[in-house]
């Protein structure tokens, strides 16, 4: 069975697809505009280091091409048996503490205010294991305000019944599915292994999941955690017999966990912006301006005067 598949997204989830900017956002850090304080488990395997190495580079045809996995892949997401990587419980208090937060995060999940708590309860928590496209939100002025980003393997998120990342731990802010870029431009400092062509969507699994087949990246055991559970019914299991099954088996090459696995693309300029500014001096263009438009008529090309 095929669980990661090449693909083009041209919609989905939040935000406008005009904006361009991608934010790169490091698993330990809150970001700009988190809408609480970290809810993160800090017994929670730390980031790796490296993303996969298994999909080639998009061309660059006007689509953005993405890997998709399936939200209900074994290893696709990691953890610590018997740890919730989130404080399902903090989340709601925090949020319960500051109305206008809770409304602004259940306007991104399209619910009530009044039922962002059992909401929250009925997601699981896990760990990413690849890095993963997303649309964020930071809370500002009252209002979630989306923005895409590019979520580092190793962030606490809880998913839900699909396992698809709907809240980010260490800032309380909700997510959505990616918004395809048209003209892409990543923003924010990359963290060691990370290369654009790695990174990954996670597509909903087409039934409810009833356990998640999850990996802890620290000793390669294999264990199931209930859908919403907490890591109360975590049981141990056999890794997948078919290597292929998994999107990110452990001790593989596709999703390495070692410093300098992996040969990183350059770091993007670190910008001056924060989601929701103007980009245009966070980001140099794509062609250097001096190169990229030659003068009428370039001497180079003309043949010497007799």
Not at 14 to 27: D, I, M, N, R, T
Not at 69 to 74: H, L
Not at 169 to 192: F, H, I, M, S
């Amino acid at each position: 069975m095929v669980l990661v598949v090449v693909l083009t997204r041209p919609e989905g989830g939040g935000g406008s697809k005009e904006g361009g900017e991608v934010f790169l956002q490091a698993a330990g850090e809150s970001g700009p505009d988190p809408f609480t304080e970290s809810t993160a488990n800090d017994d929670a395997p730390e980031p790796a280091t490296a993303s996969p190495s298994v999909a080639p580079s998009p061309s660059k045809t006007g689509a953005q091409v993405t890997r998709g996995v399936d939200g209900a892949a074994p290893g696709l997401y990691g953890g610590t048996q018997k740890v919730a990587s989130c404080d399902v419980e903090q989340q709601v208090k925090v949020l319960r503490a500051a109305p206008d937060k809770n409304r602004a995060f259940a306007s991104v999940q399209d619910i009530e205010p009044s039922a962002v708590p059992g909401y929250l309860r009925g997601l699981t928590p896990v760990t990413l294991r690849m890095d993963t496209r997303v649309t964020n939100h930071g809370y500002r002025d009252g209002e979630a305000n989306a923005y895409q980003a590019v979520l580092q393997a190793g962030t606490a998120v809880l998913v839900d019944d699909r396992g698809v990342p709907r809240v980010r731990c260490a800032c309380g802010n909700p997510l959505l599915p990616p918004v395809a870029q048209e003209d892409p431009r990543q923003t924010g400092k990359a963290w060691p292994g990370y290369r654009a062509s790695d990174v990954v969507v996670v597509d909903p699994s087409e039934k409810p999941v009833k356990e998640f087949v999850m990996v802890d990246p620290e000793n390669g055991d294999w264990f199931k955690r209930p859908a919403g559970d907490t890591g109360d019914g975590d049981k141990k299991t056999d890794p997948p017999k078919d290597a292929s099954e998994s999107p990110c088996p452990p001790g593989s090459d596709s999703c390495p966990t070692s410093p300098g696995d992996t040969t990183s693309e350059p770091a993007p300029d670190d910008p001056t912006s924060r989601p929701g500014e103007d980009p245009a001096t966070s980001e140099p263009p794509p062609d250097d301006p001096a190169t990229s438009e030659p003068p009428p008529d370039d001497p180079g090309t003309e043949p010497a005067p007799e």
